[in-house]
C-alpha cells in the first residue's frame, strides 16, 4: 500500500512540475472546402528555452502530433473518420551553423530543408499548416465533428518515463454544410 501512494505522489509532482502542465492548449483550426478537410495547428509555447538548448546541442530532436478526425457519437465511443500521424525532426549540426529540417506524413517525407534560421525552427516544430485530413465525401451532412490533436515531443524533457504532462493536447469542433 505504501508504494501505491508513494507512486501516486511522485506521479502528482511530476505533473506539476513539468512546465507541460502551465502551458496553453493547441490552437487548432479546421478547414472545410469542397472536396477535403485540412487542418491548421500552432503551438508556439512549446519551443522553450529548454527545447531551444537541446535542439543547439546537436541531439536530434522531434515533435510528434497524431490527428484524429472524429464524429461525436451519443450512446458509444466517438466514430474515427481519419487520422495522420505529423512528425518534425531537427538536427543541429555545430560545425556549419545549420539546422536540418524534416517533416514526415503517416510515414512520408513530405518536405526536408536546411536553413541557418533559428525562427524558421520553431515555425516547422510548432505549426502545421493546411494539412489534408480526409475527403469530404467521408462525411454526413449536417453533422458535427471535431479534430483532435495531441503531440509530444523527444526526447522527452521530463525525468520521469510515465510523464503525462508533456503531451500537448487540444480540439476543434466543427459542423459539415455542404
Not at 541531439?59 to 487520422?83: C, G, K, N, Q, S
Not at 504532462?165 to 476543434?172: K, R, V
Amino acid at each position: 500500500m505504501t508504494r501505491r501512494l508513494l507512486f501516486c505522489c511522485l506521479a502528482v509532482l511530476a505533473v506539476m512540475a513539468s512546465p507541460a502542465a502551465a502551458q496553453e492548449p493547441l490552437r487548432i483550426i479546421p478547414i472545410v472546402n469542397d472536396r477535403q478537410v485540412l487542418v491548421s495547428f500552432e503551438f508556439e509555447d512549446a519551443f522553450t528555452d529548454e527545447v531551444r538548448e537541446l535542439i543547439e546541442s546537436g541531439l536530434p530532436t522531434t515533435f510528434a502530433y497524431d490527428l484524429e478526425l472524429r464524429m461525436p457519437a451519443r450512446v458509444w465511443v466517438d466514430r474515427t473518420i481519419a487520422t495522420a500521424a505529423v512528425t518534425v525532426t531537427v538536427q543541429y549540426d555545430n560545425l556549419t551553423r545549420r539546422y536540418s529540417l524534416t517533416r514526415t506524413v503517416d510515414g512520408r517525407v513530405e518536405d526536408a530543408v536546411i536553413t541557418e534560421r533559428a525562427e524558421e525552427v520553431r515555425s516547422w516544430l510548432t505549426a502545421v499548416h493546411r494539412l489534408p485530413l480526409c475527403s469530404t465525401a467521408k462525411l454526413e451532412r449536417n453533422r458535427e465533428y471535431y479534430v483532435r490533436v495531441s503531440g509530444r515531443q523527444r526526447p522527452q524533457r521530463s525525468l520521469f518515463p510515465l510523464d503525462l504532462a508533456g503531451t500537448i493536447n487540444g480540439q476543434a469542433k466543427f459542423t459539415f454544410i455542404p
